[in-house]
């Protein structure tokens, strides 16, 4: 199920650094000491680092660190764990160019458009859930004079985070710090294809945290990733993932009652109605905070993308130039170049799956092109680069409207009325993100509120913001993240304690 072809070296002589998993307060490499080298995505031929190829003996050496660990961690007073997210926070906010600097290398991500805006989320989720570390905390049932009824919120032992390569910073940060603050432990399992920045977020964390209370093992998810999900000492599992992957995953640890939470793919919708669109500025407006929602500037591989672009055919012509203009005007480049807007696609498989869904959708009867840049790249860029597409004219039963692309690819498909841009909207079996552009309060709120997704934006294209609940409908997803009561549900159980007083 991995992404990456499956190598591995052994331990024997190289040039590049290697970069170990760190279990129990220690760098480690892999029991077996096999290694797989990580390329850099936007310069495949620079081989960044290696890291340790992680089997089930890896992940169960981090789940006993974690767990040996836990119960000093969940005992302690909140204000100590507050305090060490607090310090992490800083020093992340130090080392925060760095971190961008690794995410571009890693993820491919552009540096400028990209990777800065996801260093600094990290330092905010840190310092987001370091200061409401006390609010885990239950409530007192009134039982009168003669009980006392409270309830705990206990943390639920050592959680095992599965993270994606798209945005691995800002999606350890959704798991880790929430989880912590709870009193809970953590072993992250880093994305085969980028994991170098997750390896520094934790030597960072580390200077803060007791040995065995974050660890981080590297690998391929049949390998080290199927066995976290199997372990029997692993009390949660926080996956984000593909649909796909996360099925398997919560059956796997639905078998042995984990908890489970999944952040998963999605085919959001964006909504345009004529309201938004009044005359030549708005439509300026709209196309630049439009452009922003198809996460085109991450290539598209984004889980929120708005991938299928609903605009009323009232505004349909003037909407869809507009877009199509500014989309063009994106400079594919190195993602280290500070100029770049869209950085490089992870590997040649992702690349391989974008381009054959352009030719699916190419080829059905009545597709327009309103831009065909996908090849429209610059000489002398040594990775996977592909500027943005955008179908016209587009049906909602296609497979590019239908299918999460995970690249720079639109598909924009004309409406009449309401009733029917939210039918269209609510036909498909995701439901992560949603946004609405209206600037009728009723229609746009009405609209918010009847579409299936977790999270719904009027007016506005960019990212998730702190404390926001954040989580999928329908195979999107389960749980929630990012928010405190998101946290609450997810990283603790309830107890009930019933005391009789005198
Ligand atoms: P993926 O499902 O291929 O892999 C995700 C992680 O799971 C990786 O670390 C991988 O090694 C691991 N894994 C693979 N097989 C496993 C197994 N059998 N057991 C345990 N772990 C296993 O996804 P990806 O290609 O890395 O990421 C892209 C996908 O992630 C897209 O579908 C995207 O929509 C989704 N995503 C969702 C969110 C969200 O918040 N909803 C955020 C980012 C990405």
Redesign the pocket.
């Known amino acids: 199920?991995?992404?990456t072809t499956e190598q591995s070296t052994t331990a024997t002589a190289t040039e590049v650094a290697e970069a170990p998993m760190l279990i129990g307060g220690q760098w480690v490499p892999a029991v077996a000491g096999e290694w797989i080298d990580v390329v850099s995505a936007g310069e495949r031929s620079a081989t960044l680092a290696r890291v340790p190829r992680g089997r089930e003996a890896d992940a169960d050496r981090a789940v006993k660190a974690a767990r040996a660990a836990f119960p000093g961690w969940r005992a302690v007073h909140f204000k100590e764990r507050q305090q060490a997210l607090l310090k992490i926070a800083d020093a992340l906010a130090d080392a925060a160019e760095e971190l961008a600097v690794l995410t571009a290398k890693d993820t491919g991500n552009a540096i400028r458009t990209q990777a800065r805006p996801e260093s600094q989320t990290l330092v905010d989720l840190f310092r987001y859930f370091g200061g409401v570390a006390g609010e885990f905390k239950g409530v007192n049932l009134p039982a009168g004079d003669g009980q006392l009824q409270y309830t705990r919120r206990e943390p639920l032992g050592v959680v095992a985070g599965?993270?994606?390569?798209?945005?691995p910073l800002m999606?350890a940060g959704?798991k880790t710090p929430a989880a912590l603050a709870a009193g809970n432990t953590v072993v992250l399992?880093?994305?085969?294809?980028a994991p170098l920045t997750i390896l520094k977020m934790a030597e960072i964390c580390q200077q803060f945290l007791p040995d065995g209370v974050l660890n981080v093992v590297t690998?391929?998810?049949?390998e080290v990733?199927?066995a976290?999900?199997q372990h029997p000492d692993v009390d949660k599992v926080s996956?984000?993932?593909?649909?796909?992957?996360?099925k398997?995953?919560a059956s796997?640890a639905g078998e042995r009652i984990s908890h489970i939470s999944?952040?998963?793919?999605?085919k959001s919708p964006s909504i345009v109605f004529p309201s938004a669109a009044r005359d030549a500025d708005q439509v300026d407006a709209l196309a630049s905070n439009l452009l922003l929602s198809t996460r085109f500037a991450r290539q598209g591989?984004?889980?929120?993308a708005g991938s299928r672009l609903f605009v009323h055919t009232d505004v349909y012509d003037d909407v869809l130039a507009a877009v199509a203009a500014k989309a063009k005007a994106m400079k594919v480049g190195n993602p280290l170049d500070e100029s770049t807007d869209m950085g490089a696609i992870?590997n040649q498989k992702?690349f391989d799956q974008i381009n054959n869904y352009i030719a699916d959708g190419k080829s059905q009867k009545g597709v327009e092109l309103a831009l065909d840049c996908a090849l429209d790249i610059p000489d002398g860029l040594d990775g996977f680069y592909q500027g943005p597409t955008i179908f016209s004219m587009g049906d909602n039963s296609w497979r590019i409207a239908r299918e999460?692309i995970?690249g720079p690819v639109l598909v924009a498909i004309p409406f009449s009325d309401r009733d029917e841009a939210i039918r269209m909207a609510n036909d498909s079996h995701y439901g992560?993100a949603a946004f609405v552009w209206s600037n009728d309060l009723t229609e746009a709120l009405d609209t918010a509120h009847r579409i299936e997704s977790g999270w719904v934006q009027v007016n506005q294209g960019g990212g998730q913001v702190i404390g926001q609940a954040?989580?999928?409908y329908k195979t999107?997803?389960i749980g929630r993240?990012v928010s405190l009561e998101g946290a609450m549900d997810g990283f603790t159980q309830v107890k009930q304690i019933n005391v009789k007083i005198g």
């Open positions: 199920m991995s992404s599965i993270l994606p390569w798209n945005s999606i959704f399992k880093a994305a085969e294809d690998g391929y998810g049949t990733g199927e976290l999900v996956f984000t993932g593909s649909t796909r992957v996360g398997h995953v796997t999944l952040e998963l793919g999605g591989q984004s889980c929120t992870i992702q999460e995970f992560l954040y989580g999928g999107s997803g993240e």
